[in-house]
């Protein structure tokens, strides 16, 4: 129904349907206005209405200004296929109620021909743009136009007049359990005390202690601080036989716990952990000299300096796990 979004408004609402243009004369505007008057009898609510609750206080008000001033727009439906006379609101739900409730008998109606698609996208607009409307409802009202007509987010910000950020954030209040989302809904929590507890491990349960504490929003983002879900350990990879077998022989000829991570043709990482600075004096007396491994029962010798390599025979078993880790 609405083909480009980012060029107009999507505010305009009830007043584009009822032609209320700059250009209409004022004769036509005052019928349009007026409506057909229909008895209230054969008027159906929508059964897709996204409104889900009418605040009664809000509600009886209406009702008063009904029975005072009469309803002063016109309810928007449309024709009932297949049921002579009877129509399906499009816009206008709350007045309908409230002229049933202030016992009018007979509503000004304007009647246009609309799809289902385009019944819903005026419903959703018209909801999202009353003040009154819940964060909850909001932030259907966003997702359903995303959904079924394939809104953007920016699309909406542009055309609804509002921010990209306060859509955002609508929008995330969705990936909150049902129960938090009623109590938002009721008024017991607040849309920025909701979001705050969005990304905690228990946010129902951190939704009943701000109920229970009347917490606020600064309170409960505090609070939520310490419910943040612990990120997963990643798993250890298993060492191989020879790997660990090699890492057994050093650490028992040091006398200090020895971690090797072989990572292959990377090369890879040897730790020796020592717990007191004498462990440390001899780490650094033996490292000073040249250490022989001898296959002969795995024993070490120390030999005068410039001998041998001192990392000969560890880089030789390390090439030997390369080429068993190949095969």
């Given at each position: 129904?609405?083909?480009?979004?980012?060029?107009?408004?999507?505010?305009?609402?009830?007043?584009?349907?009822?032609?209320?243009?700059?250009?209409?004369?004022?004769?036509?505007?005052?019928?349009?206005?007026?409506?057909?008057?229909?008895?209230?009898?054969?008027?159906?609510?929508?059964?897709?209405?996204?409104?889900?609750?009418?605040?009664?206080?809000?509600?009886?008000?209406?009702?008063?200004?009904?029975?005072?001033?009469?309803?002063?727009?016109?309810?928007?439906?449309?024709?009932?296929?297949?049921e002579e006379d009877v129509y399906e609101?499009?816009?206008?739900?709350?007045?309908?109620?409230?002229?049933?409730?202030?016992?009018?008998?007979?509503?000004?109606?304007?009647?246009?021909?609309?799809?289902?698609?385009?019944?819903?996208?005026?419903?959703?607009?018209?909801?999202?743009?009353?003040?009154?409307?819940?964060?909850?409802?909001?932030?259907?009202?966003?997702?359903?136009?995303?959904?079924?007509?394939?809104?953007?987010?920016?699309?909406?910000?542009?055309?609804?007049?509002?921010?990209?950020?306060?859509?955002?954030?609508?929008?995330?209040?969705?990936?909150?359990?049902?129960?938090?989302?009623?109590?938002?809904?009721?008024?017991?929590?607040?849309?920025?005390?909701?979001?705050?507890?969005?990304?905690?491990?228990?946010?129902?349960?951190?939704?009943?202690?701000?109920?229970?504490?009347?917490?606020?929003?600064?309170?409960?983002?505090?609070?939520?601080?310490?419910?943040?879900?612990?990120?997963?350990?990643?798993?250890?990879?298993?060492?191989?036989?020879?790997?660990?077998?090699?890492?057994?022989?050093?650490?028992?000829?040091?006398?200090?716990?020895?971690?090797?991570?072989?990572?292959?043709?990377?090369?890879?990482?040897?730790t020796i952990h020592y717990e007191t600075?004498?462990?440390?004096?001899?780490?650094?007396?033996?490292?000073?000299?040249?250490?022989?491994?001898?296959?002969?029962?795995?024993?070490?010798?120390?030999?005068?300096?410039?001998?041998?390599?001192?990392?000969?025979?560890?880089?030789?078993?390390?090439?030997?796990?390369?080429?068993?880790?190949?095969?």
């Amino acid at each position: 129904m609405i083909e480009d979004i980012g060029k107009r408004k999507l505010g305009r609402g009830l007043s584009a349907l009822l032609g209320d243009d700059d250009a209409a004369d004022m004769a036509s505007l005052e019928r349009i206005r007026s409506g057909k008057l229909v008895p209230i009898g054969q008027i159906r609510p929508n059964a897709n209405q996204p409104r889900r609750r009418f605040e009664e206080e809000s509600l009886q008000g209406l009702v008063e200004s009904i029975r005072e001033k009469g309803i002063l727009q016109p309810i928007l439906v449309r024709r009932i296929a297949n049921e002579e006379d009877v129509y399906e609101i499009v816009a206008g739900e709350r007045r309908w109620r409230a002229a049933q409730r202030a016992e009018v008998h007979e509503v000004p109606v304007v009647i246009r021909d609309l799809s289902d698609a385009d019944t819903l996208e005026i419903a959703l607009i018209e909801n999202i743009q009353r003040e009154d409307l819940s964060p909850v409802e909001e932030a259907r009202g966003y997702h359903a136009l995303i959904e079924s007509f394939k809104y953007t987010q920016e699309q909406l910000s542009k055309g609804l007049g509002k921010s990209r950020s306060h859509v955002a954030n609508m929008l995330r209040l969705l990936s909150l359990p049902d129960s938090v989302l009623a109590l938002v809904d009721e008024g017991k929590i607040s849309a920025g005390a909701a979001r705050a507890i969005i990304t905690a491990d228990d946010p129902e349960g951190l939704a009943r202690q701000i109920v229970a504490k009347g917490l606020n929003v600064r309170q409960v983002e505090k609070l939520a601080e310490g419910h943040k879900p612990k990120a997963p350990r990643k798993p250890r990879p298993q060492k191989d036989s020879d790997t660990a077998a090699l890492e057994g022989d050093l650490s028992a000829t040091l006398g200090m716990k020895v971690t090797l991570e072989h990572r292959g043709m990377a090369g890879g990482l040897l730790t020796i952990h020592y717990e007191t600075l004498e462990d440390l004096d001899e780490i650094c007396r033996r490292l000073s000299r040249h250490i022989d491994y001898r296959n002969d029962g795995g024993s070490y010798e120390e030999e005068a300096l410039g001998d041998i390599d001192p990392t000969a025979a560890i880089a030789a078993d390390l090439a030997d796990l390369d080429d068993k880790s190949d095969h």
